[in-house]
């Protein structure tokens, strides 16, 4: 009996190491096809996590399905879609909750998601930042509204050096996977900017915190990898 019991213990130690191993390779495999796919490592000093929760892995593994998948990307860096000298924007944090996880194959470059919510953090210094390469100028960027900030600083004259003075709401906008500000008053400032988000995702509110700028996420029928349409 006491043998029995040993051999029992052993097998069950056995299992939860192996099962801990193989969500390891899970979540590196995950993790090298959301850098593949999206750039989310693009950065030198990005990182990059997925976890796979639930326990035990391995059958959630053999029967494809898992409970619950989560995406940390952090210093994710961005063009705007005019593509601009100096527009890079800083995002310093991606989360993405994928619930009701389906791979339709052991082979399948792809998941399916039932739905998703997430968030996206931009500091207002780097806000700040890439408002000031694009106009031209010095500014510091707070809040003033739900969806909106109070870019204040000098635009700088190109030619002469001379500073004007800018004190200005701008308007922080959302379409779909893209994010943008419009900023009266430095107009050259204003820009938008493409999010990789998996098909499905989209960016659905906008919201000044105390540090920064969260973007809300939220998605249906969610793909992670290849479209569900071409797969």
Same mark, same amino acid.
């Given at each position: ?70 995406? =940390? ?23 993405? =909750? ?41 500014? %510091? ?5 739900? =969806? ?15 500073? %004007? ?11 779909? =996977? ?23 995702? #989209? ?22 990898? #290849? ?5």
């Amino acid at each position: 009996m006491k043998v029995l019991t040993v051999t029992v213990v052993v097998l069950a130690v056995l299992f939860t190491v192996v099962d801990r191993v193989a969500v390891h390779y899970a979540d590196g495999e995950v993790a090298d096809l959301a850098a593949q796919k999206y750039g989310y490592d693009s950065a030198t000093d990005a990182n990059l996590d997925v976890s796979i929760t639930g326990f035990p892995f391995l059958t959630q593994a053999l029967g494809r399905d898992f409970d619950h998948v989560t995406l =940390d990307a952090d210093h994710l860096l961005l063009n705007s879609e005019a593509n601009r000298t100096g527009d890079y924007l800083d995002l310093t944090g991606l989360h993405i =909750d994928l619930y009701d996880v389906s791979v339709p194959s052991f082979t399948a470059r792809s998941a399916e998601a039932n739905r998703a919510s997430g968030r996206v953090t931009l500091p207002y210094a780097n806000l700040a930042a890439v408002l000031g390469r694009l106009a031209n100028g010095k500014f %510091t960027v707070t809040p003033a509204g739900d =969806d909106q900030v109070t870019v204040a600083g000098d635009l700088v004259d190109f030619e002469t050096g001379a500073r %004007t003075p800018v004190r200005s709401t701008g308007r922080l906008q959302l379409a779909g =996977d893209e994010f943008g500000i419009t900023v009266p008053g430095a107009r050259k400032a204003d820009a938008m900017w493409r999010v990789p988000l998996p098909e499905g995702v #989209s960016m659905t509110a906008v919201h000044t915190r105390e540090t920064g700028v969260e973007v809300t996420l939220e998605g249906h029928l969610v793909t992670l990898g #290849s479209s569900r349409f071409t797969r």
